[in-house]
């Protein structure tokens, strides 16, 4: 079973950044799709970005221009580079993996984001 583990986040001033980062406990290397959600108390869960094995990548409008998604297979590590941050960021960010269509999905521990006005 693969584990996920996150780390960054914190509380930062609108217009400052953050780097969240996930770790997993095996290759990434071979996961088709990893991804990014957060959820707000009362709201849905958002898809962030996502990235595939090839390094396509996609993004929520929100965030198009401020946000980077990124996989360093050597280091099995799913990143989210956030810039610009407003408000409206703030959540509780998950990391996400499927291997395959149809494989089992695994998430992260959730990593709280506070983005101050």
């Known amino acids: 079973q693969e584990q996920l583990v996150q780390s960054g986040g914190g509380l930062v001033q609108a217009g400052g950044s953050l780097r969240l980062s996930c770790v997993a406990s095996r290759a990434i290397s071979s996961i088709n799709l990893m991804a990014w959600y957060r959820h707000t108390p009362g709201a849905q869960s958002e898809l962030v970005a996502s990235?595939?094995?090839?390094?396509?990548?996609n993004y929520r409008d929100s965030v198009k221009g401020r946000f980077t998604i990124s996989r360093d297979n050597a280091k099995n590590t799913l990143y989210l580079q956030m810039n610009s941050l407003t408000p409206d960021d703030t959540a509780v960010y998950y990391c996400?993996?499927?291997?395959?269509?149809?494989?089992?999905?695994?998430w992260g521990q959730g990593t709280q984001v506070i983005v101050s006005s």
């Open positions: 990235i595939l094995k090839g390094g396509d990548t």
């Open positions: 996400y993996s499927r291997a395959r269509i149809g494989a089992p999905v695994y």
